[in-house]
């Protein structure tokens, strides 16, 4: 707090001040930073949680998602589950009784697609790593694709185009040893349907690695 007085001056001396003018000064809100996520990417469907460097004097966070107000809370993270594969931006402004920060950098989020592993009942488990090949194929629009693991363990299973890139992250967790089957419903990470084509499917499990080519035809 500053406190000023009037006086005034005529060439001799200056008058008592009469007027005192008090002004105010305070430190502008800090702008919080960009969130950060606790799975990157997320998958469609499942729980995710995204947090924030605390400001000091904020009261409350809001999170936006490209101008859509997310959140309104205390709390420097919240906790959301986002069904519909995609690219989201999301930024975070601060408040006190005073102020509203500017809303802050954005975080680009990747939310792919969910994809389910479901075990094959069998009374004795695999003695052997394998791929089979994809039933039905050619194929449109969904195929599943078998495989079988001997021991437990993390487990990838990708998709690529014909040209190498990565289309679809199947699976990418640890599994338990078993047979286990995965539909692929011809779309890519961000829900995308894909064009016909010929497509590679790639196991990684351990020390054991194969592919196998599949064709989609609409």
């Known amino acids: 707090i500053h406190e000023y ?4 001056e005529n060439g001799c001396q200056w008058s008592d001040p009469s007027q005192r003018l008090r002004i105010v000064t305070k430190q502008t809100l800090v702008t919080p930073e960009a969130p ?12 995710f949680t995204l947090s924030w460097t605390a400001v000091p004097d904020a009261d409350l966070y809001r999170l936006w998602e490209q101008g859509q107000l997310m959140y309104n809370d205390v709390r420097s993270q919240a906790t959301m589950t986002l069904n519909t594969p995609g ?3 999301f930024s975070v402004s601060a408040i006190n009784d005073c102020e509203i920060s500017a809303i802050g950098p954005e975080l680009v989020l990747i939310v792919d697609a969910s994809t389910a592993v479901e075990d094959v009942t ?15 194929n050619p194929f449109n629009p969904t195929t599943q694709i078998e495989f079988s693991l001997k021991r437990s363990g993390h487990v990838e299973l990708k998709i690529y185009n014909i040209l190498g890139e990565l289309v679809r ?16 419903d011809g779309r890519d990470d961000l829900g995308r349907t894909v064009t016909s084509g010929v497509y590679l499917y790639n196991l990684t499990a351990g020390d054991f690695v194969e592919s196998k080519k599949m064709v989609l035809m609409k």
């Open 5 to 8: 007085y009037l006086s005034v």
């Open 122 to 136: 069998s009374l004795e488990l695999p003695e052997s790593y394998s791929l089979s090949q994809n039933y039905p």
């Open 36 to 47: 950060v996520s606790d799975h990157s990417p997320a998958k469609a469907g499942e729980e």
């Open 169 to 184: 992250t199947l699976v990418s967790e640890q599994l338990s040893a078993g047979n286990k089957v995965v539909v692929w």
């Open 87 to 89: 690219e989201y931006r």
